[in-house]
T-cell receptor, first 110, second 111 residues
Framework: TQLLEQSPQFLSIQEGENLTVYCNSSSVFSSLQWYRQEPGEGPVLLVTVVTGGEVKKLKRLTFQFGDARKDSSLHITAAQPGDTGLYLCAGRSGGYALNFGKGTSLLVTP | NAGVTQTPKFQVLKTGQSMTLQCAQDMNHEYMSWYRQDPGMGLRLIHYSVGAGITDQGEVPNGYNVSRSTTEDFPLRLLSAAPSQTSVYFC??????????FGQGTRLTVV
């Protein structure tokens, strides 16, 4: 069951542009995580948010958890080619199962 | 510090064969899990374990078995491989039920 919808599915931008990726659900999550995955590799955890309204920053990446804990966003400022990858959000709504979105594939060209 | 190690990296099986995908972590994490990743489907949880001797089913457990005899190891067994099990398999580990670290994956093809 896919409880998390990510948008957009694909994003192609030029170096220096800003972008936002969205992760939405009708379910309330106790925690939500963002990962980046590069081709041929496993996902790498970027951040975990647990409190409604929480904002976390990781260099040029800003993560926000919605007040109702049903949605989240990832904003990248001044994107660089090294940001290219598949961005995945994942959340727990109860129990141990982590539900993943299908991901946003980002391509940043020089 | 090896993190999460999966073996093999690639495998081709014939329909009906059985095999075990290995997963080991050296971070003393209580929580370990197995996912499969398919195009258009995202990552789906197969089985997970919250500690040695404790396992439970995830979203897509049929055709797979797991055991957790030690904290470090969490092997995934395919009982009788089917073409529908062609996928990329990832093992993950973490504390407090968090998939903090993923392995590099096992790419399995069943013909």
């Amino acid at each position: 069951t896919q409880l998390l919808e990510q948008s957009p599915q694909f994003l192609s931008i030029q170096e220096g542009e800003n972008l936002t990726v969205y992760c939405n659900s009708s379910s309330v999550f106790s925690s939500l995580q963002w990962y980046r995955q590069e081709p041929g590799e496993g996902p790498v955890l970027l951040v975990t948010v647990v409190t409604g309204g929480e904002v976390k920053k990781l260099k040029r990446l800003t993560f926000q958890f919605g007040d109702a804990r049903k949605d989240s966003s990832l904003h990248i400022t001044a994107a660089q080619p090294g940001d290219t990858g598949l961005y995945l959000c994942a959340g727990r709504s109860g129990g141990y199962a982590l539900n993943f979105g299908k991901g946003t594939s980002l391509l940043v060209t020089p | 510090n090896a993190g999460v190690t999966q073996t093999p990296k690639f495998q081709v099986l014939k329909t009906g064969q059985s095999m075990t995908l290995q997963c080991a972590q050296d971070m003393n994490h209580e929580y370990m899990s197995w996912y499969r990743q398919d195009p258009g489907m995202g990552l789906r949880l197969i089985h997970y374990s919250v500690g040695a001797g404790i396992t439970d089913q995830g979203e897509v457990p049929n055709g797979y078995n797991v055991s957790r005899s030690t904290t470090e190891d969490f092997p995934l067994r395919l009982l009788s491989a089917a073409p529908s099990q062609t996928s990329v398999y990832f093992c993950a580990s973490g504390r407090a039920n968090t998939e903090a670290f993923f392995g590099q994956g096992t790419r399995l093809t069943v013909v």
